[in-house]
Every structure is written in structure tokens, then in C-alpha cells.
């Protein structure tokens, strides 16, 4: 009923950025808190950062001052810019939210958490 699809991942160099993109689709009424989370090969999904449908966003430590999680509600799209990328960045970064189900204007009383495929992210020189 609802779907979320990254985009923006690829090979990047130490020390430079890239854009994530969340989209979401189906049946929506509201998209509440998204996060993105990043898991490397052998390691746990780790939460990077959040972002509440007021604006109130959470990052990681590791994160705090080179990532920007931001969103367009107008678009149903939640974006992660990545600067400053390290080695130890590269991951595979999904995105999650928590979506009202429902549609323009109409809710259906229920919520749902919904996670993407993911996209690769491979920082390298």
C-alpha cells in the first residue's frame, strides 16, 4: 500500500557529497517521522539521521555537522546531503517511515512503517 525508494547513491571520493532522495508512494495520507539508517556489509542497520513532520530533526555522532536531513511534504520526499564523505561512510543507506495511511484528506486510522530497498553508497578514492 505504501512504498519508499531511495535514490542518489554511487561512488564518491573521500571528501566529497552526495544527495539521498526518499520517496514515497502509494496509498499516503500523511508521512510522519523519517529516518535514514545505514548498514555495511557484516555490521547492524545503524540509525544516521531523523526528521519529525515538524521539522525536529536527530542525528548520529558520527554524522552531526557533516549530514543535513531535510523533507518536502509538498512532494512526500526526504533528502539526507552527505558532506565531508569518509571511507567509513559507505554503506548501504535506507530510508524508513512512518506513514498514515490513507489518502487526500482521508485517513484510514491506521499507520504503517515502511522501509525502502536502499542504495549503495561507496566512498573511494
Known amino acids: 500500500q505504501v512504498q519508499l525508494m531511495e535514490s542518489g547513491g554511487g561512488l564518491v571520493q573521500p571528501g566529497g557529497s552526495l544527495r539521498l532522495s526518499c520517496t514515497a508512494s502509494?496509498?499516503?495520507?500523511?508521512?510522519?517521522?523519517v529516518g535514514w539508517y545505514r548498514q555495511a556489509p557484516g555490521t547492524q542497520r545503524d540509525l544516521v539521521a531523523t526528521?519529525?513532520?515538524?521539522?525536529?530533526?536527530d542525528y548520529a555522532d558520527s554524522v552531526k555537522s557533516r549530514f543535513t536531513i531535510s523533507r518536502d511534504d509538498t512532494k512526500n520526499m526526504a533528502y539526507l546531503q552527505m558532506n565531508g564523505l569518509k571511507p567509513e561512510d559507505a554503506a548501504v543507506y535506507y530510508c524508513?517511515?512512518?506513514?498514515?495511511?490513507?489518502?487526500?484528506?482521508?485517513?484510514?486510522?491506521?499507520?504503517?512503517?515502511?522501509w525502502g530497498q536502499g542504495t549503495l553508497v561507496t566512498v573511494s578514492s
Open positions: 502509494g496509498n499516503i495520507f500523511r508521512v510522519n517521522t
Open positions: 526528521i519529525t513532520r515538524d521539522g525536529s530533526t
Open positions: 524508513n517511515a512512518n506513514v498514515g495511511v490513507g489518502g487526500h484528506l482521508y485517513y484510514a486510522g491506521r499507520d504503517l512503517d515502511v
